[in-house]
C-alpha cells in the first residue's frame, strides 16, 4: 500500500497568514492526488484533484502543487472560515489512501 | 444538485450484519463509480470500498474483504454496503461519495452527511 505522511498534524496561524500543508507519498504517485477540507461535524469536500487543479466553487487563496512524491497545498489568506482539518489522499494504486490529516486553526 | 443520502446505520452486535444504503440525485448515477469511505471516531479517513458505473467491478480494502460487500441498483440511484462478521474496529461513519470515472476509484467529488454505525455488545 501507498503510505501518505501529512505534516505538519495540526497548526495555528493568524488571519491573512500564507499556510502551507506538505504530503508525502511513499512512492512515484505521478500526479494522482487530491486535497479535501472536513470542518467539524461536517463531510470531506474535495479541494483540488490531480494535484493541482481547483474544483469549482473552491476559493482561490486554495492552491496545490506537487509531483511525484512530495505535494503541498497552500493557503495564500488564511480566513476563519478555513478552520478545519486537511487530507491529501493518492489514486495512483488501489487502495486509496489518504494522510492522516492536518488540522488548521485560528491563532 | 448532486445530493447523496446515506441510511441504515446504527448499533449493531460484534458478529451481526446491516445494510446501508446511499439514495442519489443530481446526476446520471449509472454514469460513475462509486465509493464508500469510513471514519472512525477522532480518526483519518479509510478508503472501504468502490463499485464500477455498470456494477460489474468492485474492490474492497483489505480489512473488510470477504465480510463486505458493496453492490449498486441503477434503476434506484441506490449504492449499497452490506457488512457482515462486523467487528469492533468497523465502529465509524460510513460516508458514500461520487467518484469522477466509471471504472476503478479516484476522487471523491460529492459525499453524503455519513451514517454512524456502532459495534458493540
Known amino acids: 500500500d501507498i503510505q501518505m505522511t501529512q505534516s505538519p498534524s495540526s497548526l495555528s496561524a493568524s488571519v491573512g497568514d500564507r499556510v502551507t500543508i506538505t504530503c508525502q507519498a511513499s512512492?512515484?504517485?505521478?500526479?494522482?492526488l487530491n486535497w479535501y477540507q472536513q470542518k467539524p461535524g461536517k463531510a470531506p469536500n474535495l479541494l483540488i484533484y490531480?494535484?493541482?487543479y481547483l474544483q469549482p466553487g473552491v476559493p482561490s487563496r486554495f492552491g496545490g502543487s506537487g509531483s511525484g512524491t512530495d505535494f503541498t497545498l497552500t493557503i495564500s489568506s488564511l480566513q476563519p472560515e478555513d478552520v478545519a482539518t486537511y487530507f491529501c489522499?493518492?489514486?495512483?494504486?488501489?487502495?486509496?489512501?489518504f494522510g492522516g490529516g492536518t488540522k488548521v486553526e485560528i491563532k | 444538485e448532486v445530493q447523496l443520502v446515506e441510511a441504515g446505520g446504527g448499533l449493531v452486535q460484534p458478529g451481526g450484519s446491516l445494510r446501508l444504503s446511499c439514495e442519489v440525485s443530481?446526476?446520471?448515477?449509472?454514469?460513475?463509480?462509486m465509493n464508500w469511505v469510513r471514519q472512525a471516531p477522532g480518526k483519518g479517513l479509510e478508503w472501504v470500498s468502490v463499485?464500477?458505473?455498470?456494477?460489474?467491478?468492485?474492490n474492497y480494502a483489505d480489512s473488510v474483504k470477504g465480510r463486505f460487500t458493496i453492490s449498486r441498483d441503477n434503476s434506484k440511484n441506490t449504492l449499497y454496503l452490506q457488512m457482515s462478521r462486523v467487528r469492533a474496529g468497523d465502529t465509524a461513519v460510513y460516508y458514500c461519495?461520487?467518484?469522477?470515472?466509471?471504472?476503478?476509484?479516484?476522487?471523491?467529488?460529492?459525499w453524503g452527511r455519513g451514517t454512524l454505525v456502532t459495534v458493540s455488545s
Open positions: 512512492q512515484d504517485i505521478s500526479n494522482f
Open positions: 461519495a461520487k467518484d469522477v470515472v466509471v471504472v476503478a476509484a479516484a476522487t471523491f467529488e460529492f
Open positions: 463499485i464500477s458505473g455498470s456494477g460489474d467491478s468492485a
Open positions: 490531480d494535484a493541482s
Open positions: 443530481g446526476f446520471t448515477f449509472s454514469s460513475y463509480a
Open positions: 489522499q493518492q489514486y495512483d494504486n488501489l487502495p486509496l489512501t
